[in-house]
């Protein structure tokens, strides 16, 4: 059962910092790229960061770009995010993505998420 798990969200002033991980389980982590969305309210949901399996070839939304960083440890199959110099325009639900093949087959598998809120 693929399941993953995040983490480390909440309330931060704008100009602050926080680092959110995805600890993943039922996949084989490292054979896979993975990817943190966001998602506010009344907006589309947004791909901020993506990451290859071997941790090689990081991309990033032009939004973010310059301020978050993503990370992954395959060791412990878990994916990083750490954001810097937040805005209020940051504040959103943060979901770690994965399309992975198991014994089911192929499917995109989400995280329940974690809310981070950029106010002063």
């Known amino acids: 059962q693929v399941q993953l798990v995040e983490s480390g969200g909440g309330l931060v002033q704008p100009g602050g910092s926080l680092r959110l991980s995805c600890e993943t389980s039922?996949?084989?982590?490292?054979?896979?790229?993975m990817y943190w969305y966001r998602q506010a309210p009344k907006k589309a949901r947004e791909m901020v960061a993506s990451?290859?399996?071997?941790?090689?070839?990081?991309d990033y939304a032009d939004s973010v770009r310059g301020r978050f960083l993503i990370s992954r440890d395959n060791a412990k199959s878990t994916v990083f995010l750490e954001m810097n110099n937040l805005n209020e325009d940051d504040t959103a639900r943060y979901l770690c993505n994965v399309f992975a093949f198991t014994s089911s087959g192929g499917q995109d598998y989400w995280g329940q998420g974690t809310q981070v809120t950029v106010s002063s």
């Open positions: 039922g996949f084989s982590f490292g054979s896979y790229a």
């Open positions: 990451i290859s399996s071997d941790g090689g070839r990081p």
